[in-house]
């Protein structure tokens, strides 16, 4: 277990000089003791508090790199079990299995494909796991190689034989794939061969306990870059499993568990594999590898994916401006809505049913919808002819008229004298829009 606020207090300089952005240095004690600061903040500590201060500094789930260049996954780092308390910071990495058994360069091919652009934000899996189901190494050499060659993304390469592992790691070694595993038997020589060539290792025992004695005896060759599979299939042991990794981590500081997890799917059908697949994305899994590799069984759950670790604290939202929706000419409609995200795409959705080219003025609501941002003054008058002026508005259209939306109708007289322009009340659901512009403009 961690050290206290007050123990870690005794080893800092004490100067109070808020440097590290803390108030004193019993605040950012308290901030290390409860995993939310890091030591290398504090400019004056000693080398020797540092070392006694190791173990409380670290944050409480450690920070293991997959994959290289522009396509690392950042797993770990997490410092809370409830996503209301503060948020989540590293989205899990989603893992397509491909078998060194199958057609490997079309299922490659498929993988790399799949990305998909929605309501403003761009979802994709970002780690390709090979498998060595044929127990022949040159065969699965040759699939990482094929696999490495048709896409750039993070991979994790899975045997359990080190001299089949050594082979095909040599040929993706500085793409930092996570080696996957060590276990009871092959620790040893899976933890060399990961340190030599510094990638990340996948650690799998049979139990709980079993996999804390795994992460123990692999610290103690002096590594740990390493992400933990408690061994369960399962799904509500596996459940069970990741939430102890994450609570004793978390809340007691236990260091064996304070690394990232990986779970696997085993259900056939892709629907069910989804469900389960969610289930461990939500608890609290840092990648899931899963056989399902089509886009509309994935979309589904890279969105729950996204959702997740957003900042609960900050809503979603687009960029103010002003869009255009077809190919819009001086004589076409202008909308006006907030920006918050869901209200925006709503909206676009609607107007594009429509038929007629239109604008759409997206205005700095800081991200929340109509009503929220009009009670809260941030949807006034004032505002919408500021965003007006700054969109440059002015300068595409020569009708001056904006239609806002009816939920707002009694801002009418005050944006026309505010701005100059003849306000139109608009429907109050966006699902009016449709039948409102073939009424007003078409």
């Known amino acids: 277990m961690g050290l206290t606020g007050l123990e870690i207090y005794k080893q800092l300089p004490k100067t109070n000089c808020k440097e590290c952005g803390s108030p004193t240095c019993l605040a950012f004690a308290m901030a290390l003791a409860a995993g939310k600061a890091s030591l290398d903040a504090c400019p004056y500590v000693t080398d020797e508090a540092k070392e006694a201060l190791d173990s409380a500094s670290a944050p409480p789930i450690k920070m293991v790199k997959v994959g290289s260049g522009d396509n690392v996954v950042d797993l770990g780092e997490e410092t809370e079990i409830f996503r209301h308390d503060k948020r989540f910071f590293h989205p899990t990495g989603v893992a397509v299995l491909i078998s060194d058994t199958e057609d490997v360069a079309t299922k490659a091919e498929k993988f790399?494909?799949?990305?998909?652009?929605?309501?403003?934000?761009?979802?994709?899996?970002?780690?390709?796991?090979?498998?060595?189901?044929?127990?022949?190494?040159?065969?699965?050499?040759?699939?990482?190689?094929?696999?490495?060659?048709?896409?750039?993304?993070?991979?994790?390469?899975?045997?359990?034989?080190?001299?089949?592992?050594?082979?095909?790691?040599?040929?993706?070694?500085?793409?930092?794939?996570?080696?996957?595993?060590a276990t009871a038997e092959n620790f040893e020589k899976m933890t060399e061969l990961a340190k030599s060539k510094g990638c990340p290792l996948a650690v799998r025992g049979k139990s709980l306990d079993e996999t804390a004695d795994l992460v123990e005896k692999i610290v103690a060759l002096d590594y740990k870059e390493l992400v933990l599979d408690s061994g369960a299939r399962e799904t509500s042991k596996v459940l069970a499993d990741l939430t102890q990794f994450r609570r004793l981590a978390v809340r007691k500081k236990y260091r064996p568990f304070g690394y990232p997890t990986i779970a696997f799917t085993d259900k056939e059908d892709p629907r069910e594999e989804m469900v389960q697949a969610g289930v461990y994305l939500s608890k609290y899994a840092d990648i899931v590898v899963m056989k399902a590799s089509e886009k509309q069984q994935l979309l589904p759950l890279l969105a729950w994916r996204q959702n997740l670790y957003t900042d609960p604290q900050k809503p979603i939202a687009v960029e103010a401006k002003l869009y255009d929706v077809g190919t819009p000419g001086e004589d076409s409609p202008v909308y006006v809505t907030t920006n918050f995200s869901l209200t925006y795409f709503i909206v676009e959705g609607e107007v594009e049913s429509s038929r007629i080219p239109s604008r759409i003025l997206s205005v700095d609501t800081n991200g929340i919808s109509v009503l929220t941002a009009y009670a809260d003054n941030k949807f006034s008058a004032e505002i919408i002819s500021e965003a007006i002026k700054k969109s440059g508005l002015e300068d595409k259209v020569k009708h001056r008229k904006i239609v806002i939306p009816g939920y707002v109708a009694v801002l009418k007289g005050a944006l026309e004298e505010e701005s100059g322009w003849e306000v139109m009340v608009g429907p109050r659901e966006a699902s009016g829009i449709t039948k409102y512009s073939k009424d007003n403009f078409a």
């Open 112 to 181: 790399d494909a799949l990305e998909f652009y929605r309501v403003g934000m761009d979802f994709k899996t970002n780690i390709v796991a090979v498998k060595c189901d044929s127990g022949d190494a040159a065969k699965f050499k040759t699939a990482v190689e094929t696999v490495a060659g048709k896409t750039q993304k993070a991979m994790i390469l899975m045997a359990e034989d080190p001299a089949v592992m050594e082979g095909a790691l040599a040929v993706v070694a500085d793409r930092k794939p996570l080696v996957y595993a």
